[in-house]
């Protein structure tokens, strides 16, 4: 074992230049060059996914709650929307919501859905909970002492999203942010992977995943 690490030393130290050199200084100048551009690129695909931040938006406090939450995701770097952007409860004509909910739910990549008991919510609820095809995409985040009701015998839409996250008073945006980064730093990196790879959204075959949901079981379009 000792004559391993004695070889792989010597030839660490073959390969690798002494530090205070400019040899050494020029390949660790590479290192991070090439370091920053993968990050700059990694950074590029996680802006171009958006976020839809949905909950309970009929009063002013509530309203406030849900930009306050997609103002924050906006600073940590991650697009997101929320749905009175598309609909407007004062303006007659136009989309229905359930309209809105159907483009939005599926031209964003990932919908951050927070419970609540608005009558507009509970339509949310019901659509998200019987399209499961949208479910890999969702974040569901409820109250904890409204969970701990609930988790004996949990309602319909409980049981239908498979990722619940619990929160305590003020820890609801800090949460919201938390998760969010991972599920989309997860699917930026899957896409990358994918384009070099040669698949993904650069395959000529590649199918929208519209155009691969119509007709499956559980989606309503």
């Known amino acids: 074992m000792d004559g391993y690490f004695d070889e792989a030393k010597r030839v660490l130290e073959e390969k690798i230049p002494e530090f205070d050199t400019p040899e050494f200084r020029r390949m660790r100048d590479e290192i991070r060059k090439k370091l920053t551009d993968k990050e700059a690129d990694l950074l590029i695909t996680v802006r171009r996914l958006k976020i839809l931040v949905l909950g309970d938006w009929f009063t002013a406090e509530k309203k406030q709650l849900l930009s306050d939450i997609k103002n924050n995701l906006l600073k940590n770097g991650l697009y997101a929307e929320t749905i009175d952007r598309y609909y407007d409860m004062n303006k007659s004509g136009g989309l229905s919501q359930l309209q809105i909910l159907e483009t939005c739910c599926?031209?964003?990549?990932?919908?951050?859905?927070?419970?609540?008991?608005?009558?507009?919510?509970?339509?949310?609820?019901?659509?998200?909970?019987?399209?499961?095809?949208?479910?890999g995409k969702i974040l569901f985040l409820i109250d904890e002492a409204k969970f701990d009701k609930f988790?004996?015998?949990?309602?319909?839409?409980?049981?239908?999203?498979?990722?619940i996250i619990t929160y305590k008073g003020d820890e609801l945006t800090n949460k919201v942010v938390t998760y969010s980064k991972l599920r989309i730093y997860r699917l930026a990196n899957i896409i990358k992977k994918q384009e070099s790879a040669g698949a993904g959204l650069r395959s000529p075959n590649?199918?929208?995943w519209k155009e691969r949901l119509k007709g499956k079981k559980g989606y309503k379009p």
């Open 206 to 208: 590649y199918e929208p």
């Open 151 to 163: 988790k004996d015998n949990p309602s319909e839409y409980i049981r239908d999203f498979p990722t």
């Open 106 to 135: 599926i031209n964003h990549q990932l919908i951050v859905f927070i419970d609540g008991e608005g009558k507009g919510t509970l339509t949310e609820q019901n659509y998200l909970c019987s399209n499961y095809v949208l479910h």
